[in-house]
């Protein structure tokens, strides 16, 4: 699978800097009071046994046998930073998934490092674990619990016959599950850490369809003090870039929001980010589907046909107003990650049940909803009233 990565043209990072940045990363996020902010329990463990502990270091040797010297037949996929494969460690018999840097790669010892860092201090049921990495000689290995169920790209896009398509239902639990991990990265530090990767092939799928963001090379943390935005190369893929990120290279993480926004159109439609197969006017997801967003009669034709009817319509015009609400143009105008949370924890917990057996939809979400972090000036509340004023808004 291509990674679709890219780098515009910007000012130019030489790798010494690049270092440099990785390590100023690391004296920010030492302080950052991650013990008070996670939300494992005490005695809790992810859904496939794997609480988190420190990353250790693996030698090359032992990863080698683990994966039978990079056999072909244990290989999981490919992306930008190189080849992943399936591996089984000798010590305690734990199957991991094991990412080879490629050293002609798109990628490199930078991503790798932020990759380490983040990971190592990062942990949330929703946020793939690192179990350790091995960086012997120019070798460099990421070791990462295994996910059974590969990527939401594997069952959304790249569908095998033998694979069930994804009910609404589990979509909309994927998207929440994104959404909190998203919400995790934006508000558990000061600053936040601005995720830039968010992706279908980036969230990996557990037992059960539980969802976990992966590859965090591209984490950058947020802007400080009375600074709006962090200015830096502009980094990611294709379709899921915010467009003033795109233009200018000013990051926030309203970007992140963007990126989420597309890749729960990409859930609600059953369509890629971009799709060159497409007429032109149906490649890019966001410009096809933005005029529809406006009118509420074509919104059947959003969905995946795939569902054959089988969500439920209330159910599909909130999922689309959230989704209409995160591709806003504006960065100001898109919702914070914790109210879409919310909207979309309540989406995932509606029984698909037909139209007619819905109850009215008197759900709100108001302003105690929104959690940690001051909502600033200007930036919008996810509020649904009643549907015609839902309507009204994403006019
Ligand atoms: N922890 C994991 N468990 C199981 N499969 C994994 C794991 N990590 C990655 N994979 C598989 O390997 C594939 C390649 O992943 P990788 O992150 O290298 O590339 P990508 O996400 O497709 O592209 P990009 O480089 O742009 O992120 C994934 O699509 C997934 O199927
Ligand atoms: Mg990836």
Redesign the pocket.
């Known amino acids: ?1 291509g ?3 890219f780098a515009c043209t910007g000012p130019k990072v030489d790798e010494k800097d690049r270092i440099q940045q990785a390590i100023d990363t690391l004296k920010c996020t030492a302080s950052w009071d991650v013990k008070n902010h996670s939300p494992w329990n005490e005695g809790e463990t992810s859904s496939s046994g794997s609480r988190p502990i420190a990353a250790h270091i693996f030698s090359y040797r032992e990863l080698a046998a683990a994966t039978k010297f990079f056999r072909a037949d244990f290989l ?7 080849r ?1 494969y399936k591996g089984m460690l000798e010590s305690g018999n734990q199957i991991v ?1 094991i ?1 080879q840097l490629n050293p002609n790669g798109l990628q490199g010892n930078r991503e790798f490092l932020v990759e380490v860092l983040m990971l190592s201090l990062l942990h949330h049921p929703n946020l ?1 674990n690192l179990i350790g990495y091995c960086a012997d000689g120019d070798q460099r290995l990421l070791v ?4 059974p169920l ?2 939401l ?2 069952h959304l896009h790249d569908l095998s016959p033998n694979k069930r398509r994804l009910d609404w239902n589990t979509r909309m639990k994927i998207a929440a599950g994104a959404a909190k991990g998203l919400e995790y990265l934006h508000d558990m530090a000061s600053p936040p850490v601005i995720y830039r ?1 968010l992706k279908c ?2 969230i ?1 799928l557990d037992e059960g369809y539980h969802p976990k963001l ?2 965090f090379g591209l984490a950058k943390l947020g802007p400080v003090g009375d600074n709006t935005h962090v200015s830096t190369r502009v980094m990611g ?1 294709y379709g899921y870039c915010a467009p003033e990120y795109a233009m200018t290279g000013q990051l926030t993480v309203k970007s992140d929001v963007y990126s989420f926004g597309v890749v729960l159109l990409e859930l609600i439609t059953g369509r890629r980010a971009i799709d060159n197969s497409r007429g032109a006017e149906e490649h890019n997801l966001v410009a096809w589907a933005r005029p529809m967003l406006n009118d509420r009669m074509k919104f059947r034709q959003i969905a995946d046909p795939v569902f054959q009817g089988q969500y439920p319509p209330r159910g599909l015009y909130q999922a689309l107003a959230v989704a209409a609400m995160c591709v806003q143009e504006q960065p100001s105008m898109r919702p914070l990650m914790a109210d879409v949370v919310t909207a979309l924890s309540y989406l995932s917990s509606q029984p698909n049940k037909p139209e007619n057996q819905q109850r009215p939809n008197t759900y709100r979400l108001t302003a105690t909803s929104t959690p940690h972090r001051a909502r600033r000036d200007g930036e919008k509340k996810l509020r649904w009233g009643s549907e015609s004023d839902q309507l009204r808004r994403l006019k």
Not at 76 to 82: P, R
Not at 144 to 147: G, I, N, P, R, S
């Open positions: 699978m990674s679709g990565c999981l996929g490919e992306g930008g930073f190189g992943v998934a990412k793939v990462y619990e295994y996910m590969g990527s790209e594997d990767d092939s980036n990996l992966s590859d893929t």
